[in-house]
């Protein structure tokens, strides 16, 4: 029995979302099929990161078992032959048995992209927000200091589907950065998880504070109010990236070196 | 009578070029037809440069006339309104009568996107060469430095189908410059006009450079070849983005400040 880890890269734009949907088609859904061909066996793929419909990855990381080894480039390759062009797998690497995509992750960087300006970007239309309203980026970075460190964040939290994170609502938002682009702005969020739709729900609410809508300071009592009909609707799902998921030194990669 | 210049970006996935063609959709042609809904008449447009099917724009430059002055703004917003989302109008701006937007550019810029490595990156395989062979860049540098300056380009330029250019065809190269980007590198193009398809064939010769096919000093005798038949073969258009047009300052603009 071996365990291998993929990196996954893709276009959220015509997905369900990674996981499985009944009547609708979801990325794992689509891995799983490529991997029961190349495997010869139904071969169940457990993913890091659940991302929504519209979503996109250029990092999602998953696992998966198989009985015999296989050789990893030549696996890529064949995966990326049979997959389609909006979804790529950047790399295969064998793991330990014990390795788990979701519970082994120790950091997250999550990007989400804003258009700003009257004109939408045509490249960019399928992967940003388009904002046509005047933003003042200070009183944004100034919400968003408040969000910083460890914190309850029920009130930037969608209700959860499974236990875990309803049980412990407290998250370090380690760093929330806002990075100029060609087409405006990004927000880079990095912490150890997320709380489920937590980077869309404070993305949406520090943009109101950014059209003056609310004060920056208002950040701060939504988060200590934990209640979720205190904060804004969340950013649309076709701006939010998936950048990146780190694990601790993988002791197989050592040993090869 | 009033004349404006409109600013152009179009992904040119799903068109046949800028130029009207006989049973297939053009940039221009949709730009037209929606120019005729706002201005309530035939109205041509004259683009800067014809993009080839594929070939997109950030900065297209065209203009066209029009009996009645318009409100630039509005204008701007009426024909974002009308046009699909793969075509946007970046500026509109009024200029004098004896403006063309061909024939008054003083400097264009093109990139060329080089998505290298065994895997395309899923978010620009429209826009982007996926070459899998490893490439030597110093080479490509090496080769590209022999075409800077004041040249005979025709051995880079395809048959033009207007006879200004088979006239003429000496061009300076202003810049040739190789810049690191995500997915690999893009080559930044600088000069006052090109030939018909001279982008595209320098940068598919180049490839051949760099892939150690063609030593960096073949770039030396083909040029003065002016042989089109000892270049090499024309880089896909997807990767080839027409950045920006410049023209001197205009005399409205002026006036207004």
Known sequence: MKKYKLIIAYDGTEYSGWQFQPNAKSIQEVLEEKLEILTK??????????????????????????????????????????????????????????????????????????????????????????????????????????????????????????????????????????????????LEFEGESFLYKMVRNITGTLIEVAKGKRAPEEMKEILESRDRKRAGRAAPAKGLFLVRIDYPPNPLNTKKR
Chains 1, 2 share one sequence.
């Open 41 to 186: 066996a139904r071969t169940p793929l457990y993913g890091a990161g659940r991302t929504d419909a519209g979503v996109h990855a250029m990092g999602q990381a998953a696992h998966f078992k198989v009985e015999a080894p296989v050789d990893t480039r030549l696996f890529r390759l064949s995966l990326n032959g049979l997959l389609p062009k909006d979804i790529r797998v950047m790399e295969v690497e064998e793991v330990p048995l014990d390795f788990h995509a979701r519970y082994s992750s120790v950091n997250k960087i999550y990007h989400y992209h804003l258009n700003l300006g009257l004109v939408q970007d045509p490249f960019e239309r399928a992967y940003s927000w388009n904002i046509t309203n005047p933003l003042n980026m200070e009183a944004l970075e100034k919400g968003a200091s408040y969000l910083i460190g460890t914190h309850d964040f029920s009130a930037f939290a969608n209700e959860a589907t499974q236990g875990a994170a309803k049980k412990n609502p407290v998250r370090t938002l380690k760093r929330l950065s806002v990075v100029p682009e060609r087409i405006g702005a990004r």
